[in-house]
């Protein structure tokens, strides 16, 4: 028996614009985050668990991609500037010396992460730029976004 392969389609996602290229990870947040645009170590203190809440005091959410995931490795790289043995022993140290209740919690899908940043209010995540969802929004970095020149998740 041959069975049909058809894909799922996460409803509710927009192409991004044509200058956004696959290659560009894009951060994103659920609606209720208060801000529009973070500067380059603004992103790096609420990833490494610095900054925990929102000017707000709306609680950070971080949802990070599994390993082996292209946005992941484009975190770890550009943001964290660590690999995956050391990211994973700087949350076990952060966790246990009671800096941060918890480590990022782990997505794997890019539907996953857009489930739940969709959900929870303070949540950040980040996604491929091609195809980016319209109940998210985008945050900008240093002014840019995905597919500007000086884009700095690639």
């Known amino acids: 028996m041959v069975r049909a ?3 799922l389609i996460c409803l509710g996602l927009v192409l991004a614009d044509s200058a956004a290229g696959a290659s560009d990870i894009a951060v994103v947040a659920h609606p209720s985050v208060p801000i529009d645009s973070l500067s380059f170590a603004e992103i790096r203190k609420i990833l490494l668990g610095d900054r925990q809440f929102w000017a707000s005091n709306l609680k ?3 949802l990070i991609r599994a390993p082996a995931a292209r946005e992941r490795e ?5 943001v964290y500037q660590m690999s995956e043995a050391q990211f ?8 246990f010396r009671a800096e941060s209740a918890s480590a ?6 890019g539907e996953e992460a857009i489930q ?3 959900s929870i209010p303070g949540a950040l995540t980040f996604l491929d730029a091609g195809s980016i969802p319209k109940s998210l ?6 002014g840019l976004s995905p597919g500007q020149a000086g884009y700095r998740l690639r």
């Open 5 to 7: 392969f058809f894909p």
């Open 60 to 62: 950070v959410t971080l």
């Open 74 to 78: 484009v975190i770890l790289k550009n």
């Open 88 to 95: 994973r022993q700087y949350w076990i140290g952060k966790v």
């Open 104 to 109: 990022p919690r782990v997505v794997y899908s």
């Open 116 to 118: 739940l940043a969709t």
């Open 137 to 142: 929004k985008v945050i900008k970095i240093e």
